[in-house]
Structures are given as structure tokens and as C-alpha cells.
């Protein structure tokens, strides 16, 4: 005879159930809450980029923007859209990209919050590289200007790492210092150079302040294809760095070659860093916000932190860009703007204990 007690379900049985329907629910509401973000990020860099087209120190119409792109010449405004807003706003989403991506790879492989190329002074030593060329070897093709900053930054990437290593393994202490360190040092050099040849000072001011400011197509056509191939690697190798955020022993055991990620992320760091010191010359803290901004919009996702740091990196810099010519007449340079918004960001993330889920 039954009982009532056997009739009634088992509280225990029942609780793999529910976990497993509360599992798919807040996957569900995951996923929902990644694609508002998406839609969002997406709506706001195409209103970022037409801010970008009208704003400055002669406002141009919406109306006179379509009609230049279809292919009417309104006389000045044409010459204004065409010679400066456009390669300057192409600019600044390609350069975005590159600087958002090499942040999260720098920040994935060497599992350390605080790091980005700007602090780890990857940039500095790819602005160093430019100028040298400049003064010593007469660079003065983009391909140069390219190839320069990109050894420059393969330089300082594995020096920094080397000395940031402790038991062989990278420390995110070690790294930073040895980035501040490495940095400061580049950047006197630097400074000794415009010294050394005072007629070359205009030439490497550009690559020492960081700006986005360019006249023609011509850069920001030429880094397109390798920073969109690049952030194509990257999102490639986001598998991989979801596991080594497991730690190396977990990343091993689950089949992930961890020497081989680091050296194709360092690889992809040194072509992006290369192609954004070459357009825009050193641009800090950006490389920084962003992967944060996206881990708190996505989570700890690789697979979404990369996409989303393509979209929100350029939004900043093209905002910050569109700041500065508005602030001043004679346009505010870009990395003044976002050292401004970064600082601050930099002095929260250090007094956490735990800056962010890596």
C-alpha cells in the first residue's frame, strides 16, 4: 500500500531540477542583457561618428554630410568633411580598436587589472622607435613610420615581460613597475631627442602627445586592414584565454599551449600597438578603462570582452577627440582629454583588492 510520503515528490530530487531551470534562466537573462549592450554600443558609436562629422569650430548639417557623401561638392563644407572630419573619425574607430584589444590581451595573458600598453610602456617605446627613425634614419613614409613603431613595441613588450617575470611566471606587480620604470626612461629619451635635433621637433611632437589628427585617408586606410585582421586573431585565441584565466596549472590540464597563446598575443599586441602609435602616436589610458567597462557590461567572457572593447574603445576616443575640439579653437589633443578620464579610473582600480575578474 501506498503512503503518503512515498507520493509526495522528493525535495531532493526536486533540487537538480530547479538548479538546472535556475542555470538556463540566468543564462537567458545573460544573454539578454549582452545583446542590449551590443545594440546599445552599437547605436551609440554611430551617433559618436556623425557627432564626430558635425562638431567642430564650423558646425556642418546632418543634411550637408549626406550630400557630401553622395557625392555633391558644397564648396567648403565638402572640403572640411572630406580633408578632415572623415579621416579623422576613421581614425579614431580604427586606433580605438587597436588600443581596446591590445589592452585586453595585455590584461588576459598577463592576468593583471592594472595593465595596458600605455602603462606598461609599449607605447612610449613605439613613439621612441618613430622618433629615432625620424632623426637618425630619416623615416618619413607611413610603411616606416609602421614598421618603427612596431619593433618598438616588440622591444619594450618582451623586455618588460622579462623583467616582470618572477619563478617564471609573469607578476602583475613586477609588470607594472617594470612598465612605469621602462616608460619614464623611454620617455626622457624621447624628450633628449628633440634636443639633440631641435629642427626634427615638430616632426616627433606628434608621436610624443598622441592625436588623431590626420588630413587625408591615406593612414587610416593604411592600419584598416591590419588592426581589423588583428582583433580577427584575437577573437580567435579567446578560447585559449578564457582558460588561462583558469591559471596555468587548470589551463594545461584542459589542453590550452600556454607559451604558444602568449607569444601569438604578444604578436597581435606589438601589430596593434604598431598600427596605433603610428596613426595617432601614444594615447594613454584608454587601453586601460575599456576591457573593465566591457568585463562589467559582458563578464569575464573573452569572447565577448574582445567584440565589445572593438565598439566601446572608439566611442571613447572619437568622444574625447570631438571634446577637445570643442574645448578649445585650437583643438585639445585627444590623450589630454582621456588622461583627464583615465587618471581617475586608474587611482579606483588600484585601491581595490580586487580590481576586476580576470
Not at 157 to 183: M, W
Not at 300 to 317: A, E, H, K, S, Y
Amino acid at each position: 500500500m501506498q503512503t503518503y510520503e512515498s507520493s509526495v515528490p522528493s525535495t531532493t530530487n526536486l533540487q537538480p531540477v530547479h538548479a538546472e531551470k535556475n542555470r538556463h534562466q540566468l543564462h537567458a537573462l545573460s544573454r539578454k542583457k549582452r545583446f542590449f549592450w551590443l545594440i546599445a554600443s552599437v547605436a551609440m558609436l554611430i551617433l559618436v561618428a556623425f557627432a564626430s562629422l558635425t562638431i567642430g569650430s564650423k558646425p556642418i548639417s546632418i543634411v550637408s554630410i549626406f550630400q557630401t557623401l553622395n557625392g555633391n561638392d558644397i564648396g567648403l563644407e565638402s572640403a572640411i568633411i572630406w580633408e578632415g572630419r572623415i579621416p579623422r573619425t576613421l581614425n579614431g574607430l580604427f586606433v580605438g580598436m587597436a588600443l581596446g584589444v591590445s589592452g585586453a590581451l595585455i590584461q588576459a595573458i598577463t592576468r593583471n587589472p592594472l595593465a595596458d600598453p600605455g602603462i606598461l610602456g609599449v607605447n612610449v617605446g613605439a613613439s621612441l622607435a618613430i622618433a629615432i627613425g625620424i632623426v637618425f634614419m630619416g623615416a618619413s613614409s607611413l610603411m616606416d613610420f609602421f614598421v618603427f613603431s612596431a619593433a618598438g613595441a616588440l622591444i619594450t613588450s618582451v623586455l618588460v615581460y622579462a623583467i616582470g617575470q618572477s619563478k617564471g611566471r609573469p607578476d602583475p606587480l613586477r609588470l607594472t613597475l617594470a612598465g612605469v620604470a621602462i616608460g619614464a626612461v623611454l620617455g626622457g629619451i624621447s624628450s633628449g631627442l628633440t634636443l639633440f635635433n631641435p629642427s626634427a621637433f615638430d616632426a616627433i611632437r606628434f608621436w610624443v602627445i598622441g592625436s588623431l589628427d590626420v588630413r587625408t585617408l591615406d593612414i587610416p586606410l593604411f592600419i584598416a586592414p591590419i588592426v581589423i585582421l588583428s582583433c580577427i586573431a584575437a577573437f580567435s585565441l579567446t578560447p585559449s584565454l578564457n582558460t588561462l584565466g583558469l591559471g596555468d596549472a587548470l589551463a594545461s590540464t584542459l589542453g590550452t599551449h600556454i607559451i604558444k597563446t602568449q607569444a601569438a598575443c604578444l604578436i597581435i599586441i606589438t601589430l596593434l600597438c604598431g598600427c596605433a602609435t603610428a596613426a595617432a602616436g601614444p594615447i594613454g589610458f584608454v587601453s586601460l578603462m575599456m576591457p573593465h567597462i566591457a568585463r562589467w557590461m559582458v563578464g569575464p567572457d573573452q569572447r565577448w570582452i574582445i567584440p565589445f572593447c572593438c565598439l566601446l574603445t572608439p566611442i571613447l576616443l572619437i568622444s574625447s577627440d570631438t571634446v577637445g575640439r570643442v574645448i578649445l579653437t585650437s583643438e585639445l589633443q585627444v590623450s589630454v582629454v582621456t588622461a583627464f578620464i583615465g587618471a581617475p579610473i586608474l587611482i579606483y582600480l588600484a585601491r581595490q583588492k580586487e580590481a576586476s575578474r580576470l
